[in-house]
């Protein structure tokens, strides 16, 4: 079956711009994660959906980032008036649900995000 | 708060050199120790996890061990080909929580 996707691939903006980054998770998948990588860093975590529950939101580093999941599939990564500091790979994963750190959490190939 | 470390940060072997990487983390409320690979314009791909100190995991050329007591993980390849360059990646996920922390990877790059 198909893995997580995510679109575009790349997306260069300008400095202010609002963006919207996509990811589709593996059809069945209940839990869905977004991460980021900064130049030097590691995967930071964004945001964790699960089903219907609110989402853990305390991975965000401003209330410029907001993130949605629609019908419990497809989410959407919105920054807001973009900054440098926003350059990044943004990284999408999804995985069976539940609490378990256990989970093995799927990946897409990322976004390339570069702020100019 | 996890702080998982990871070294070498680079590191370049020539095909046919065995290796390994080290990947450290605090062994309080340890739950599950995840490496993945990660090549360049690809998704990160999951390895190995394990969960039991001295857990020993094998796939292929590539193995794994898990100290929880002391808190590290050794990742070894023997006979390191082109195609293992890559950036390897190790997290940790505490008891209770899907949150993965994750190191910032050990690069490898396989010289022919």
Known sequence: GAGVSQSPSNKVTEKGKDVELRCDPISGHTALYWYRQSLGQGLEFLIYFQGNSAPDKSGLPSDRFSAERTGGSVSTLTIQRTQQEDSAVYLCASSFGGTSGYNEQFFGPGTRLTVL | ?112
């Open chain 2, 1 to 112: 708060i996890l702080n998982v470390e990871q070294s070498p940060q680079s590191l370049h072997v020539q095909e046919g050199d065995s290796t390994n990487f080290t990947c450290s983390f605090p062994s309080s409320n340890f739950y599950a120790l995840h490496w993945y690979r990660w090549e360049t314009a690809k998704s990160p791909e999951a390895l190995f996890v394990m969960t039991l100190n001295g857990d020993e995991k094998k796939k292929g050329r590539i193995s794994a061990t898990l100290n929880t007591k002391e808190g590290y993980s050794y990742l070894y390849i023997k006979g390191s080909q082109p195609e293992d360059s890559a950036t390897y990646l190790c997290a940790q996920s505490g008891a209770g929580s899907y949150q993965l922390t994750f190191g910032k990877g050990t690069k490898l790059s396989v010289i022919p």
